[in-house]
């Protein structure tokens, strides 16, 4: 029997079951969120139970909400009425289930999530932040009021059980050709230049696979190649409130290679960029989480062709950097020492879970 979630609200009235809480964005759909409420009608009154899924960006901790300021921003909400019963969806294999395991007096719902809304994604906390991270979050809501939607009307916190759920992307299942770039740069005091290609042999990489970057080098100079530094950058990409946009890196190692004057070097550098090297990276994106369990750097947004950016709440997107320290000669050595960067893309994203 597969898990099943339930909560039920503080006064006993509405139980929500939901048979999973990952819900795959394939780019052209999104899986349908099918669900129950069970009711128990004894306090219920003139009230009718009503059941909602939010996408909001959050921004701030809760406490910031006591002096009035709203610390979620919904960017697309939608509402149905579950009982008295106003409209019962087609049921799928999962309603069934749940309302078996629900029993009497259980009610079906079903939502369909559009597909240019933003993956789940929040932004790390610094060591001292306290309550929820800020980010992009969905959350199923059933509850009690009078009319389905009146701004002036309290629900109060007992007549609401909430259960929060995840939009995620996996990698597609075609992986095309790597990227490569080449550069070629002269110098001061030096009559040839520099060559540079660095190159990738696919253009997806799964989160913590190692990912090896072919470097090829020819240098004509007559300065010397001191070591190559490989960075990797995450771009988080805001466009809601204001667009905000942030470059945090990720990673950056440095490798012993030398290139004497003259001389050529080919070679494979590896680079595996993970979270756990950057605990301490406030504001850095992370792949929406459930609760405090693990997750990882946020993977890279995938978008269709055409959608409006300003819906997108956050995108992500990475690049590499190669850079080559390049030392001068002679007594001008120092002051004539230069760099050589090339950048490639980087798509890191989770692989698609075997069915």
């Known amino acids: 029997m597969a898990k099943i979630f339930k909560k039920t609200s503080g006064n006993g009235g509405l139980t929500l079951y939901l048979g999973k809480r990952d819900y795959v964005d394939h780019v052209s759909a999104v899986?349908?969120?099918?669900?129950?409420?069970?009711?128990?009608?004894?306090?219920?009154?003139?009230?009718?139970?009503?059941?909602?899924?939010?996408c909001a960006f959050r921004y701030g901790s809760e406490d910031l909400d006591v002096m009035g300021l709203c610390f979620r921003k919904d960017i697309w909400f939608?509402?149905?009425?579950?009982?008295?019963?106003?409209?019962?969806?087609?049921?799928?294999?999962m309603h069934e289930t749940l309302l078996k395991k629900?029993?009497?007096?259980?009610?079906?719902?079903?939502?369909?999530?559009?597909?240019?809304?933003?993956?789940?994604?929040?932004?790390?906390?610094?060591?001292?932040?306290?309550?929820?991270?800020?980010?992009?979050?969905?959350?199923?809501?059933?509850?009690?009021?009078?009319e389905?939607?009146?701004?002036?009307?309290?629900?109060?916190?007992?007549?609401?059980?909430?259960?929060?759920?995840?939009?995620?992307?996996?990698?597609?299942?075609?992986?095309?050709?790597?990227?490569?770039?080449?550069?070629?740069k002269?110098?001061?005091?030096?009559?040839?230049?520099?060559?540079?290609?660095?190159?990738?042999?696919?253009?997806?990489?799964?989160?913590?696979?190692?990912?090896?970057?072919?470097?090829?080098i020819n240098n004509e100079s007559?300065?010397?190649?001191?070591?190559?530094?490989?960075?990797?950058?995450?771009?988080?990409?805001?466009?809601?409130?204001s667009a905000d946009k942030y470059t945090k890196t990720v990673?950056?190692?440095?490798?012993?290679?030398?290139?004497?004057?003259?001389?050529?070097?080919?070679?494979?550098l590896t680079i595996t960029p993970v979270l756990s090297d950057n605990k301490e990276k406030r504001?850095?994106?992370?792949?929406?989480r459930l609760k405090d369990e693990d997750t990882n750097l946020a993977s890279t947004t995938m978008l269709r062709q055409g959608v409006e950016k300003e819906v997108l709440g956050i995108l992500v997107s990475y690049k590499i950097k190669v850079n080559l320290m390049v030392a001068g000669g002679g007594l001008l050595g120092g002051l004539t020492a230069s760099d050589v960067t090339v950048e490639l893309p980087l798509n890191l994203m989770h692989p698609k879970p075997e069915e």
């Open 283 to 288: 504001g850095l994106a992370l792949d929406g």
């Open 31 to 54: 899986d349908r969120v099918d669900g129950v409420v069970k009711v128990d009608t004894t306090d219920f009154g003139d009230r009718k139970a009503f059941v909602q899924l939010a």
């Open 222 to 241: 007559n300065k010397t190649v001191k070591k190559i530094k490989v960075s990797v950058d995450q771009t988080t990409d805001i466009v809601l409130y």
């Open 186 to 216: 002269s110098f001061m005091m030096s009559d040839k230049p520099v060559h540079l290609e660095a190159s990738m042999e696919k253009d997806l990489y799964f989160h913590g696979e190692s990912i090896p970057i072919k470097i090829k």
């Open 102 to 146: 629900a029993g009497d007096n259980a009610y079906p719902f079903s939502f369909e999530i559009p597909n240019n809304l933003p993956c789940s994604v929040s932004l790390q906390p610094g060591p001292d932040d306290k309550g929820k991270a800020c980010g992009v979050d969905f959350e199923v809501k059933t509850y009690l009021a009078k």
């Open 78 to 93: 939608e509402q149905i009425q579950i009982y008295p019963e106003s409209n019962k969806p087609q049921l799928s294999a």
């Open 148 to 184: 389905k939607n009146n701004p002036d009307e309290k629900i109060e916190k007992k007549d609401t059980a909430r259960l929060v759920i995840r939009k995620i992307q996996y990698a597609p299942s075609q992986v095309g050709a790597g990227p490569k770039a080449d550069l070629c």
């Open 251 to 268: 990673l950056c190692q440095e490798f012993g290679e030398t290139v004497e004057a003259g001389g050529t070097f080919e070679k494979s």
